[in-house]
């Protein structure tokens, strides 16, 4: 049973343009929300997070967007760049404790130059 | 500085045998993870230990077992590998979760642990 989903396996994207990324969550326990990205060979490494008290955070060149009603989440970055081109994990945290991240099966994107 | 870092980085052994990783972190973090990336991609989380005391342990065959002998230090060893335990194994960790608040996980870089 997956509580977070990222239905898009995969995205290409032309450089200089807008990469969304897509997370969908089904445990309405989740109060805290992260993006993780992932280069081959090497750890999940932080991006950006948000709590569920806010509807958006920005960082850059990426924005965590949050719509708790429909339990969705986006990522945004913008431009894109080729360094960008990796594998985004979309993870929540309920809302007790030490718990661990629930992770989604992530998205490959692709920034073509 | 790493910050987590997991030795041996790749591992390749025979069916039956038993072996270690080892994860530590510099971060003085107050909790550690291990999770397990499967051949479909998927990071599930396999152990937790907060101050050195077990928290969590999901549905883990017992052939695998955690220990962690001080705050910095959380070991995997596995008995008796099985082909299916092929896998990414990565550790994490992260300070003392706030009420109401979250916290960013570390990861490692992780271990690829072949079972022939």
């Known amino acids: 049973d997956q509580q977070v989903k990222q239905n898009s396996p995969s995205l290409s994207v032309q450089e200089g343009r807008i990469s969304i990324l897509n997370c969908d969550y089904t445990n309405s326990m989740f109060d805290y929300f992260l993006w993780y990205k992932k280069y081959p060979a090497e750890g999940p490494t932080f991006l950006i997070s948000i709590s569920s008290i806010k509807d958006k955070n920005e960082d850059g060149r990426f924005t965590v967007f949050l719509n708790k009603s429909a339990k969705h989440l986006s990522l945004h970055i913008v431009p894109s760049q080729p360094g960008d081109s990796a594998v985004y994990f979309c993870?929540?945290?309920?809302?007790?404790?030490?718990?661990?991240?629930?992770f989604g099966k992530g998205t490959r994107l692709s920034v073509i130059a | 500085d790493t910050a987590v870092s997991q030795t041996p980085k790749y591992l390749v052994t025979q069916m039956g045998n038993d072996k270690s990783i080892k994860c530590e972190q510099n971060?003085?973090?107050?909790?550690m993870y291990w999770y397990k990336q499967d051949s479909k991609k998927f990071l599930k989380i396999m152990f937790s230990?907060?101050?050195?005391?077990?928290?969590i342990n999901e549905t883990v065959p017992n052939r695998f077992s955690p220990k962690s002998p001080d705050k910095a230090h959380l070991n995997l060893h596995i008995n008796s590998l099985e082909l299916g335990d092929s896998a990414v194994y990565f550790c994490?960790?992260?300070?003392?979760?706030?009420?109401?608040?979250?916290?960013?996980?570390?990861f490692g870089p992780g271990t690829r642990l072949l079972v022939l």
């Open positions: 971060l003085g973090h107050d909790t």
């Open positions: 994490a960790s992260s300070r003392q979760r706030l009420e109401g608040g979250g916290e960013t996980q570390y």
């Open positions: 230990y907060n101050n050195k005391e077990l928290i």
């Open positions: 993870a929540a945290i309920p809302n007790s404790g030490n718990t661990p991240l629930v």
